[in-house]
């Protein structure tokens, strides 16, 4: 039986201690869950246990014995597994081959008929079956993350480590995972699971250890603590969880989408025959399971994939053909679902990254940012989200994901825009920066910006959205006005059931 500690840890970077003084205990066969606002130090944390980082002081003990981990590998044969946000797989490759990658003796060479024949053995054992020949690139997020954890049960991880693993998952998929993680609970693998989502915590760990600042607040058992108390904890002040907004006023139409089709990249109709309005100072909420067409409605709009039927009206213009850049000039913001990729650039300091789409004066001259002006820009945005280190000159690649995250929503929703399209605005925002970004959206909203919201999350769809649009397989099902919305009833829809339909059925 597995057991791990970590007793006084510490690791500092330039100008932050990243964790100060960490202690907690992993019990044999315990759920052990880590909860922490943006930037508390979990993944600095989870980097050391794993051998990515080095710890200035304090000590990791895995079954009463000291060990320090100069690399993964190290960390790895000490049976430390860890399912990274960002998976780690080759996507060109098979399951099999990524699964035996880096453990067999012949590397590429190892017999493949061997390695698809033990990876099934060990898929089946554990109750997580996967096609052995399948390319990972083809696989859904959940299969990939699956993969991922045989791959570390494969290596004979003793205790498994996810960082926040439903991050990337749909409900459904979430679901399956936790019957997963509770089967190798019950083979006593230990599991250490980093989340900001309160409910899932309270799902699914025994215990929970808060941090905050770097530091390990207390560990205590599930049972004894409520939402609410870990929310406060976690974030040093009350929060209120899921308030509902006030009430719209909504003006003109400011984007109206009619008839719209959009091809996927496998030039399959992933949005067919799609017509709706947004008004001003109203945020129309747009809810579905992953993959339903969100994607390709987004890029449209935006301009990054073209439509091939029907048009897209901006404040009365027809904009279906315009470029990219064009409709960010006209006054549509828009918040991307990967910011690693889309939303940042990421070795650019802070100042740089929130200033891209206004490079014009006071803030620039001839394309080039004018240092004093920018920066105090920067400065005053960076207190106003609440993004930490509030640091202007740091690069963006240096803050932890969830800093990141409001970084681009600075950037954004300062511009007061016509139209935000937002999308997934708040993933891997802890509950106190979720609150605050939904107010800044709802005081946008109030002074007239229109808001898209794009999101897999149905508790921020129903806080936020005056209207809610159920999209599933690329088409509309139903749109209902958000306040009063039944969760059931938007659960249905998006699996391809109009709630009127629904009701026939039951009276028949
Ligand atoms: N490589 C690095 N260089 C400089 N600073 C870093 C580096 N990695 C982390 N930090 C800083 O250490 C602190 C803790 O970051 P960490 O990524 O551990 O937080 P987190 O709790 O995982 O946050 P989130 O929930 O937002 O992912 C942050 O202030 C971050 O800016």
């Not at 039986?1 to 044999?28: E, Y």
């Not at 990939?144 to 960082?163: G, T």
């Not at 067919?272 to 109203?282: M, P, Q, T």
């Not at 067409?293 to 709009?301: D, F, K, M, S």
């Amino acid at each position: 039986m597995t057991t791990l500690s970590i007793n006084h840890l510490r690791k500092t970077f330039p100008g932050v201690i990243a964790n100060d003084d960490v202690t907690l205990h992993i019990a044999a066969g315990e759920t052990h869950a880590i909860l922490g606002e943006n930037g508390a130090g979990k993944s600095t944390l989870i980097k050391m246990v794993s051998g990515l980082y080095q710890p200035d002081s304090g000590e990791i003990i895995l079954n009463d014995k000291v060990v320090t981990f100069s690399s993964p590998r190290e960390a790895i044969r000490a049976g430390i597994g860890v399912v990274h946000q960002h998976f780690m797989l080759i996507p060109a490759l098979s399951v099999a081959e990524n699964v035996v990658l880096g453990s067999e003796p012949g590397g590429f060479h190892f017999p493949k008929r061997l390695a698809v024949q033990k990876v099934k053995e060990l898929s089946e054992r554990v109750g997580l079956p996967l096609d052995p020949n399948a390319r990972v690139e083809d696989l859904s997020v959940g299969m990939q993350q699956r993969v991922e954890i045989v791959k570390a049960l494969y290596r004979q991880a003793r205790i498994l480590i996810l960082d926040e693993p439903t991050a990337v998952l749909t409900p459904q998929e979430t679901e399956d995972l936790f019957v997963v993680l509770r089967k190798l609970k019950e083979d006593g693998i230990p599991i250490v699971f980093i989340s900001h989502k309160l409910d899932e915590v309270r799902a699914i760990a025994d215990t929970v250890t808060v941090m905050r600042a770097g530091k390990t607040l207390l560990s205590q058992p599930i049972a004894s603590s409520s939402a609410s108390e870990l929310a406060t904890l976690m974030v040093g002040r009350e929060v209120a969880l899921n308030a509902r907004t006030t009430a719209s006023h909504p003006g003109d139409v400011i984007l109206h989408v009619s008839d719209l089709s959009v091809l996927d990249d496998r030039k399959l109709q992933a949005v067919k025959r799609v017509s709706f309005e947004l008004r001003a100072g109203e945020i129309l909420g747009i809810a579905g399971v992953d993959g339903n067409g969100q994607t390709e409605l987004v890029e449209a709009i935006v301009g990054m994939r073209s439509a091939v039927n029907g048009s897209i009206r901006f404040a009365g213009r027809d904009i279906t053909r315009d470029t990219v850049s064009d409709r960010i000039k006209a006054g549509i913001s828009y918040v991307p679902q990967d910011r690693q990729r889309d939303g940042l650039v990421l070795p650019f300091t802070l100042t740089e990254n929130l200033m891209l789409r206004d490079l014009k004066p006071p803030y620039a001259k001839r394309g080039w940012l004018t240092p004093h002006s920018a920066q105090a820009q920067a400065r005053e945005l960076l207190k106003r989200f609440d993004v930490r280190p509030p640091e202007p000159d740091a690069a963006a690649q240096s803050l932890s994901g969830g800093n990141q995250q409001k970084v681009i929503l600075a950037r954004e929703v300062s511009r007061s825009p016509r139209l935000l399209i937002a999308v997934q605005p708040t993933r891997g925002l802890d509950v106190g920066a979720i609150e605050s970004i939904h107010h800044e959206l709802e005081k946008i909203r109030d002074l007239g910006s229109a808001i898209l919201l794009v999101s897999l999350e149905l508790d921020e769809i129903l806080a936020l959205s005056d209207r809610i649009c159920v999209l599933h397989a690329g088409s509309v099902v139903t749109t209902l006005p958000g306040e009063g919305a039944s969760r059931d009833a938007i659960g249905l829809a998006m699996t391809g059931t109009h709630p009127d339909a629904q009701e026939v059925h039951h009276e028949k």
